[in-house]
Nanobody
Framework: QVHLVESGGGSVQAGGSLRLSCAAS????????MAWFRQLPGKEREGIGL???????MYADFNKGQFAISKDNAKTTLYLQMNSLNPEDTAMYYC?????????????????WGQGTQVTVSS
């Protein structure tokens, strides 16, 4: 049973940074592709970046180095480091997973989802 729990969201001022965590159970890095998504108010869920089962990092085109994915092998935890945040980054952030290789950031391609963590950036 795959279970994903995000944490680390909160309120931050523009220009600040946050690191989100996704504690995953029922997955292994070599068998599940994992990704971060966000959903801005009134918008569809959009992919930020993913980590494939081969350890490759892939990012959405809008990410110009602002977001970075990393992992903790020992804890099966996925992280999203977010820098230079601005109010347009205010959103609910989600962790997602799918068994097998996936090079996609389409939300429909992912099977498992966490409950999300809210990030609010004030100007």
């Amino acid at each position: 049973q795959v279970h994903l729990v995000e944490s680390g969201g909160g309120s931050v001022q523009a220009g600040g940074s946050l690191r989100l965590s996704c504690a995953a159970s029922g997955v292994t890095w070599s068998s599940h592709s994992m990704a971060w998504f966000r959903q801005l108010p009134g918008k569809e869920r959009e992919g930020i970046g993913l980590l494939t089962i081969y350890g490759q990092e892939m990012y959405a085109d809008f990410n110009k180095g602002q977001f970075a994915i990393s992992k903790d092998n020992a804890k099966t935890t996925l992280y999203l480091q977010m820098n230079s945040l601005n109010p347009e980054d205010t959103a609910m952030y989600y962790c997602a997973a799918r068994y097998g290789f996936l090079g996609s950031l389409r939300a429909n391609d992912y099977t498992y989802w966490g409950q999300g963590t809210q990030v609010t950036v004030s100007s």
